[in-house]
């Protein structure tokens, strides 16, 4: 019932709210979704753009349902920008209906080659969403974006550009570092077990293999069997960390670490891994630079 209060409201506020808002304070006017999307546009837009993120940290973006609050700075934007590839998954409705009534939406999923893609039977999209771990990917991402805000606000495309070009280097340095951190962690340990399925581009990209308890979306739940299975993994390849992440409740690998350690083989919770949403605000893990290098510290420091 909610969901239909909410679409009506989609349609009607459609309805009075077609032109742009930008000429009330100069700025343009964007929505971003998750924290990492909302972290690049602020380093791409500056102080030139006003941005309003409808997540905040540890927020899980599957499962994350629009408020009406949502939805008036949703049709109040110029812009709005999301995952794609059904990552807001109970956004999407929202979304299509957004653009059937003209509102520019734009999905940063579109700069990536399906081809690039790695697939999934098990989600509705078919392809795995969480291509932020590909530092690769997120650079082709800040050029789409960078060209999208200059197509939308030309008045400072110069601003873009230039900050656009200096988000991709941060990103450069950062790919190097990270790299230097895993080559000391020996190739047969570079395995990496965690709640659920966000880290394969990760693994794909950066040499590890990895296996999530629950699927790629966290909509669906882990069962006896998959819990069986993933410890007996575990204590096969003699795995000695395994990792909870920041937007999935603790329970899960707890369940998973109880089976393995009953077995006799001792497996230790590694840490928190930051996942689907970003630190803290104000936090060096509430960027995507300081996230990804706490994600990787954390990471090569347990399984060594």
């Not at 047969?188 to 308890?213: C, P, S």
């Not at 707890?254 to 001792?266: F, I, P």
Request: glycine share 8%.
């Amino acid at each position: 019932m909610k969901k239909y209060i909410l679409l009506v409201a989609l349609l009607t506020i459609a309805g009075c709210k077609n032109k742009s808002n930008k000429d009330t304070n100069g700025k343009l006017k964007v929505v971003t979704t998750t924290t990492m999307i909302t972290d690049m546009v602020q380093n791409i837009g500056g102080d030139v753009v006003e941005i309003q993120g409808l997540m905040g940290s540890g927020v899980d973006p599957h499962l994350y349902k629009a408020s009406e609050g949502d939805v008036s700075k949703l049709f109040n934007a110029d812009l709005v920008i999301y995952g794609g590839l059904h990552l807001e998954g109970k956004l999407v409705e929202i979304f299509e209906k957004m653009e059937s009534q003209g509102k520019k939406t734009v999905a940063v999923a579109d700069a990536i080659d399906k081809s690039e893609l790695i697939s999934s039977e098990f989600f509705a999209s078919n392809y795995d969403p969480h291509i932020w771990f590909n530092i690769g990917f997120w650079k082709k991402i800040t050029l789409h974006t960078t060209e999208i805000l200059k197509e939308q606000d030309p008045e400072h495309a110069n601003i873009f550009e230039k900050n656009g070009a200096a988000y991709i280097q941060k990103l450069d340095a950062l790919e190097t570092e990270i790299r230097q951190i895993i080559e000391t962690l020996p190739a047969d340990k570079r395995i990496l077990v965690t709640a659920h399925d966000a880290f394969n581009y990760f693994g794909n990209a950066y040499g590890f293999e990895v296996m999530g308890l629950q699927g790629i979306s966290t909509a669906t739940e882990a069962g006896v069997q998959d819990v069986q299975e993933l410890s007996n993994f575990i204590i096969e390849k003699k795995i000695k960390a395994i990792f909870v992440e920041s937007s999935v409740p603790r329970r899960t690998i707890e369940a998973l670490q109880s089976s393995v350690n009953s077995k006799g083989h001792d497996v230790i919770i590694g840490g928190s891994l930051y996942s689907d949403a970003l630190g803290n605000k104000g936090t060096a893990e509430g960027t995507y630079v300081g996230m990804f290098l706490y994600n990787v510290n954390t990471i090569v420091n347990a399984l060594k």
